[in-house]
């Protein structure tokens, strides 16, 4: 079980500015990133569907120097973290699964944002999240951000994500774009999130960020 989403063509050329856009606060939960990982500084740091790289943008800077693998199963995505990033020796890029990394090799971070929403709670969803705890060592920091929340919460939670979208949208692509987050997508309420993790091999995740239908989760892994 391991559903693929792929993002190509302009879904993939025109990713960052789509995040931009459709994501209020998406900038501020990733210059805030690093700080979470800073106190553990870890030495490794594995980057599950990294897409263009946005969130290895926010890594590669820190003086400390943590070795970042970007992983992600779209080509048209990775391979621009790849002209992103070249020449930064402490960033490897890989396009494919998180199953295609050797459960024996171990890190002491990771990130997932943006993909969970993706998978169905199908056993999908409890597969990708257990293949990223088995790489990651006893007491290692992850964190995800993820369109969470049960059906009421997300209707709720729309009308506010309405509400902060930029100015000058066309109104018919905005309807689009919400019914599309409400009926084809795959958010679970933070309950059964919690559950899912836990089952994985994490502690109970504490949320930490939210902007509207995005909440973003730290956890430890067991
Ligand atoms: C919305 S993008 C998020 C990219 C990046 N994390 C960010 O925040 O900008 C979702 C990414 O998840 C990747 N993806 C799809 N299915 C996946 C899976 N089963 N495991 C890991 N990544 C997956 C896609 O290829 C895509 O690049």
């Given at each position: 079980m391991n559903k693929v989403e792929i993002f190509e063509n302009e879904r993939a050329s025109g990713y960052n500015t789509f995040v931009e856009t459709w994501i209020p606060n998406y900038s501020v939960f990733l210059n805030d990133l690093p700080k979470l990982f800073s106190k553990m500084n870890p030495k490794e740091l594995l980057v599950v569907g990294c897409g263009t790289g946005n969130e290895i943008e926010q890594f590669v800077h820190r003086s400390e120097r943590w070795l970042i693998t970007g992983i992600d199963p779209s080509p048209e995505m990775v391979k621009q973290a790849?002209?992103?990033f070249q020449g930064y020796e402490h960033v490897t890029l890989m396009e494919g699964l998180v199953t295609a990394i050797d459960a024996e090799k171990k890190y002491s971070a990771a990130t997932l944002l943006l993909v969970l929403h993706f998978l169905e709670d199908d056993g999908n969803k409890l597969n990708l999240l257990s293949n990223i705890a088995e790489r990651l060592v006893s007491g290692a920091t992850f964190v995800m951000l993820d369109i969470t929340g049960?059906?009421?919460?997300?209707?709720?939670?729309?009308?506010?994500?309405?509400?902060?979208?930029?100015?000058?949208?066309?109104?018919?692509?905005?309807?689009?774009?919400?019914?599309r987050i409400e009926n084809e997508l795959f958010p679970i309420s933070e309950e059964r999130l919690a559950a899912l993790c836990?089952?994985?091999?994490?502690?109970?995740p504490i949320r930490f960020f939210q902007s509207s239908i995005y909440m973003g989760w730290l956890m430890t892994k067991k």
């Open positions: 790849i002209d992103r049960d059906k009421q919460q997300i209707k709720q939670n729309l009308k506010i994500l309405r509400l902060l979208l930029p100015d000058g949208l066309d109104e018919q692509q905005i309807n689009h774009r919400l019914n836990v089952t994985a091999g994490f502690e109970k």
